[in-house]
């Protein structure tokens, strides 16, 4: 039995063990050889090196977040060009009015203007699927669909549109 | 060891990314106290009682031609105060029930250019509402209205002549 003071029960002399056996029970747990000297600054260094690689592996666990914190700041305040608009209005909103043209608009009808006539001629061509090449695609997107259609009715109403045509 | 260790290392990543996540909610939320701000200083304060809301209803009448195509320019003005356009709706026949197309920018403004076309083989004839403009004014003025024609077409596309005029309805 392990009590208080005495940590071993080997070393309880009121188990009556006789002298031999508890000689011999002492034996089993002493070295059998002696630490070489060496053998301490081995483990001293493994511990320095287990030591160093917790310290880099906080390091690098600072960081990174450190690091999106850093980007996170900084994508905020570039957002924040575009949140706030000239002359102190504010427009949380993209779309403020008709997109800009990738090319040009045409006078699609030939009547020396572009108005919603033309938007009505190409949304005709377009459900006829009566389109060939690229002359109409005034949205860029590489194909000539109903967005080119709005991209041409949305440019008939600008409101500024003597500065575009 | 290895396993306090790694428990230690788990805990400092969650404090970090914690401290992460403080600082973009707190960057945000200055940014946006600073967008809810700008607003106060930069747009005048309605005052409820000087204004008033009311429409105006766009009617085009293509006589006994089919309508396929119109393009309208309001202007709305007032004596005392500003007019400011603050919605547009369709109008009342199938082929121009979506509200017309137009420059966003129009809105909070006095003018604003209307346009829309049908495809379709479901056209108005004679005198038909294409569009409600819907309109701030204020309260104790009576507005007026210019409408201008600037384009119509009928089912070949072909420009016709039609008649435009406004007008004005307060809501029920």
Redesign the interface.
Known sequence: MIEPGKPHFDDDDRMGLPSALRAALCDLHRPTKPVPTGFDKAVLAAARREWLR?RR??LV??L???T??AA??VL?VW??GF??GPA???S?SP????PPSQTPLKDI?G?GQV???D???L??RV?AADIAGLEWDFNGDRVVDRGDV?TV??A??????EAVQ | MNGK?HR??KG??AA??K??SL??LA??GV?SL??AA??V???PVVDESAVRFCFVDLYVDSGSQTL????VELVATAEAGEVKIVGIEGGEHPAYRQP???????LT?H???????C?GTDLPTGKTRVARVHLQVPADAQPHYEVKL??A?DRD?Q?IDVTVHATQGEPS
């Open positions: 917790q592996r906080r666990i600072w990174v977040p450190a999106a914190a996170a700041i905020v957002l924040g949140w706030s102190g209005s504010v949380l779309m403020v009015s008709a009808n009547d108005d919603i006539l938007a009505l001629m949304a005709r459900e709005d009715a949305l008939a109403v600008r409101l500024d549109r | 260790a230690s290392g400092s990543a970090a990314w401290v992460v600082t973009v960057l945000l940014r600073t967008v700008l607003p200083a930069a747009v396929a195509a119109w393009q017309a197309y137009y420059d966003p920018a129009a403004h003018r604003v250019i209307l346009a829309a076309f495809t600037e384009a077409a596309g420009r």
